[in-house]
């Protein structure tokens, strides 16, 4: 194809080709029809100035919906005063002409693309070099705007078009079928009446939030999901921004061997509690559950950390503990570090096909009113918004150790997206750090005075 040298740049350095481009213009402006073949194919994947200038012109009339061919896209690049850049009407013209039809117009636009990817990913690693030359530097807000701009990169290129319902339906089904012969099932809570509700447990590609006050046992109740969830076969990373994994050790002792969390502390334990400890210890070999305890971890070292692990050893859930300890961009406010991260964890758990279970805190408000409600979200509404479940944990005897519904949890599911709101109850064994399912009628809380409660069923 003859090339106009008088289109600008022309160096063979970057990664281009002005024939793709050329053609991708060319069968645009003999068939305007052809610009439903490109897919999402952006001004700035052209390398050629001339040509992002006569893109922008063709789709600006597209936009409008308007017809076009050389004239138009002329007159409309010469009323603003942009045609000579664009190479004037003789090149313009030659487009059209050395174009015999736009039957590959998508190849070429795939080509365009391509180029453009490799010229962002050279752009990226001139910049890269230079943060890491940067000695001055914070080597992990480098390695953080090292992975930011390269996700960037990779989120840039979408060439997916819409698909029929029917063509959908047709490839879930296989999903369905999977189901029934007890293939690809929902990832389980631990807790029979929480997996009832939420429809077999957690699912794939949703994020949820459990979130509680001080105290409460988000973490307790956190560790035996993630257990359980092993326990059954299923990868799970846990990230703790809070507790070491040691102190996660002791609980996860305490809570398989049935043992006192107190004397696995101290040591003092007796000689059946020792026997507790090696079951405990017994049964965690071989399970698929890894701790990472690392403080004010980003989004960008969660998703590498959950890139890796699923990779290396596969990974079913992701366990955040908590929302509120990550780091965020440096010089956003708190509620938009707080909406980036939840709208990044979704995305990462629609792209690992995982579930991610992220903890959280609730605002003092929460406090006044005792029983948690979505509003009490702390930091940010995208929690609520991002979230596909919303699980709150209340123990009225945190608040009222008079109370008779002793090591009762109240288990709120707040925001269901795939299925049904309401309560269950679990017990809770605080001095093992252990839940396990509540057998007996549970408490009707908006029955004024307490003597009305039945302890039934509490251990």
Same mark, same amino acid.
């Given at each position: ?28 402006? !003999? ?61 313009? @013209? ?63 290129? *979408? ?21 029934? !012969?007890?293939?690809? *099932? ?130 079913? $859930? ?58 009490? $979200?702390?930091?940010? @509404? ?78």
């Amino acid at each position: 194809m003859r090339i106009n040298m008088n289109a600008p740049e022309h160096n063979n350095l970057p990664p281009k080709s002005l024939e793709a481009e050329q053609s991708v213009l060319g069968g645009l402006l !003999i068939d305007c029809g052809a610009i439903d073949r490109l897919g999402e194919l952006e001004e700035s994947a052209f390398y050629s100035d001339a040509h992002r200038l006569i893109y922008r012109a063709i789709r600006k009339q597209a936009a409008s919906g308007k017809q076009w061919d050389v004239i138009t896209v002329a007159e409309m690049l010469d009323s603003a005063q942009r045609l000579d850049a664009a190479g004037g009407l003789p090149y313009i @013209g030659s487009l059209a002409q050395n174009v015999p039809s736009s039957a590959n117009i998508a190849r070429y636009a795939d080509i365009v693309r391509e180029h453009s990817m490799r010229r962002e990913i050279m752009a990226a690693a001139a910049e890269l070099t230079e943060l890491a030359a940067n000695k001055g530097g914070d080597i992990a807000v480098a390695m953080d705007k090292a992975q930011a701009r390269l996700m960037a990169i990779t989120d840039g290129v *979408k060439t997916d078009e819409p698909r029929s319902i029917a063509a959908i339906v047709g490839e879930h089904l296989n999903t369905i079928e999977k189901r029934l !012969i007890g293939g690809r *099932k929902a990832i389980t809570t631990g807790l029979t009446a929480l997996n009832e509700i939420l429809n077999g447990g957690w699912h794939r590609g949703q994020v949820v939030v459990l979130a509680a006050r001080p105290a409460m046992g988000k973490t307790a109740l956190s560790m035996h999901n993630a257990l359980n969830a092993a326990q059954a076969g299923y990868g799970v990373l846990y990230l703790s921004m809070e507790m070491v994994a040691s102190e996660l050790a002791d609980r996860a002792i305490a809570s398989l061997g049935r043992v006192y969390l107190g004397n696995v502390l101290t040591g003092n334990l007796k000689s059946e509690e020792w026997d507790g400890v090696s079951a405990a210890v017994g049964s965690v070999q071989d399970l698929p559950l890894h701790v990472l305890d690392r403080s004010g971890l980003n989004f960008y070292q969660v998703a590498t950390f959950a890139r890796r692990h699923k990779r290396k050893h596969g990974l079913d $859930l992701l366990v955040v503990d908590y929302l509120q300890l990550m780091a965020g961009a440096d010089g956003e406010k708190r509620h938009s570090q707080i909406e980036e991260i939840t709208r990044n964890l979704k995305t990462l758990a629609k792209e690992l096909d995982i579930a991610v279970l992220l903890l959280s805190q609730l605002s003092r408000k929460t406090e006044e009113a005792r029983r948690p409600k979505l509003s009490h $979200l702390r930091d940010s @509404g995208s929690i609520e918004q991002d979230a596909d479940v919303v699980l709150f944990i209340h123990r009225e005897e945190v608040d009222a150790p008079e109370t008779t519904w002793k090591n009762y949890a109240d288990i709120h599911v707040a925001k269901n997206r795939q299925g049904a709101l309401g309560r269950i109850g679990a017990t809770y064994h605080g001095y093992q750090v252990r839940f396990e399912n509540f057998d007996g009628v549970p408490p009707n809380w908006d029955a004024p005075p307490e003597k009305k409660y039945q302890a039934k069923g509490c251990k």
